[in-house]
């Protein structure tokens, strides 16, 4: 496995270098958080356009319905298999009316408003990834070990 060392600091950093992958990770902050983070949805979205591989696990696919791919106009995950963090470990963690509180939709929830196809792990909990062409998505915190595997399997495929 290969780990670069060039961290990218800023939007030009990730626009004017060879990026191969972006790994996006989150907590349940990341609901409010990434539907509007515009210029990292810009950022994944020329990645994804250069062949990159995007990749997110638990609550981090919050963002894809903001990462639109330049030649369909659609979100990148649109006619995608996709997983995440499931609406039943919301319930199961009482903060189900939270989130809707916020008036966020649930992971499965913008999978689906984003025309992916959304598959459920076995459990709520258990490690669980998926990987759809350019796309690497994992369903919880348990997953990310072997999410961040299969998206450095899907680039070494590319």
């Keep these: 496995m290969y780990v670069s060392r060039n961290f990218i600091k ?3 950093d990730a ?8 790994f996006i990770s989150a907590g349940h902050a990341s609901l409010i958080d990434y539907p509007d983070a515009k210029g990292l949805q ?7 356009a250069g062949g990159a591989i ?7 696919g919050a963002i894809f319905p903001g ?14 298999k996709v997983t995440g963090f499931t609406t ?3 319930e199961e963690e009482g903060v ?6 916020w008036n966020r939709p649930t992971i499965e929830a913008s999978a689906a408003s984003s025309g992916a ?30 999410t961040a595997e299969a998206a450095v399997k899907a680039f070494n495929e590319l």
């Design 117 to 146: 196809t959304y598959v459920s792990p076995p459990g709520p909990w258990e490690a669980f990834t998926i990987t759809d062409g350019q796309i690497v998505t994992g369903a919880n915190p348990a997953s990310a070990h072997v």
């Design 42 to 48: 810009h950022i994944a979205s020329q990645m994804y």
């Design 54 to 60: 995007i990749s997110a696990v638990c609550h981090g």
């Design 10 to 12: 800023t939007k030009t």
């Design 67 to 80: 990462i639109i791919d330049p030649s369909t106009g659609k979100s990148i995950i649109s006619n995608r």
């Design 96 to 101: 189900l009316d939270t989130i809707k509180s």
């Design 88 to 90: 039943k470990g919301e």
């Design 15 to 22: 626009t004017n270098s060879l990026v191969w992958s972006l």
